[in-house]
């Protein structure tokens, strides 16, 4: 579903802090598959994940999405690409304080312009799925973690992503609400969707579940270890 092609990454060209954050990756990740980029922090799966995901672009390389080269599209096009294509879990869930968790998980999808009345409900259909529906009205500060974790789930899936991209999801989680979080991964992957997600927590890589671990160091690829 995507493939990546000898993509290399340089931060402050040629400035005196360049930085080769990924010097060559090549890449296929498989569609409705869970594929794992496993590494220590500054390994480059941040960046790798961005790349793929259409959040960056590569300094070189290529980028093949369902057979078609999308590296030197338009940002616009690119823009469209990632809302329709990929829905996006951050370490630090990112959600917006001050507002509610409707209002948060709606987000994603003002720039389609659908009716607010059409968001709110797909919204709240999302927040019924994950059993935090009477949470709709509060805001994103007075959530337990838990709640959280689900309401940036469900904004991942606001606009009926294919992909969900998540960056170590699990970081700041404990054991209970990691494994919760791979359980609606699984769930996720049974629905069909692809799932690609930058960890170096072994809840995550682990799974029984994971088809494929992509371990990274120095911004490469050492070993790729593929479910039988």
Avoid at 30 to 45: D, E, F, I, M, N
Avoid at 142 to 165: H, K
Avoid at 186 to 213: C, M, Q
Wanted: glycine letters at 6%.
């Amino acid at each position: 579903m995507i493939e990546l092609l000898e993509v290399r990454k340089v931060f402050n060209m040629s400035k005196p802090n360049e930085f080769t954050a990924l010097p060559s990756v090549s890449l296929k990740i498989a569609a409705h598959r869970v594929t794992v980029l496993k590494g220590p922090s500054g390994s480059g799966k941040t960046t790798l994940l961005s790349i793929m995901g259409c959040m960056a672009r590569p300094t070189s390389g290529r980028i093949i999405l369902h057979d078609r080269e999308i590296t030197s599209m338009p940002e616009r096009f690119l823009t469209e690409i990632r809302r329709k294509t990929f829905g996006f879990i951050f370490q630090q869930f990112n959600l917006i304080k001050g507002i509610t968790a409707l209002e948060n998980i709606m987000v994603p999808a003002y720039p389609t312009g659908e009716k607010r009345s059409q968001l709110r409900e797909r919204a709240m259909s999302l927040l019924e799925v994950f059993s935090i529906e009477q949470k709709a009205s509060a805001r994103i500060e007075w959530l337990s973690g838990g709640e959280v974790q689900r309401v940036a789930i469900a904004r991942a899936l606001m606009n009926d992503p294919e992909v969900i991209v998540a960056d170590e999801p699990t970081a700041h989680l404990d054991t209970k609400l990691s494994r919760e979080f791979m359980e609606t991964m699984l769930k996720l992957k049974g629905d069909g969707r692809t799932i690609v997600i930058a960890s170096h927590d072994p809840i995550v890589y682990e799974s029984n579940f994971v088809d494929k671990v992509v371990e990274m160091r120095d911004g490469a690829v050492v070993g790729t270890k593929e479910s039988s």
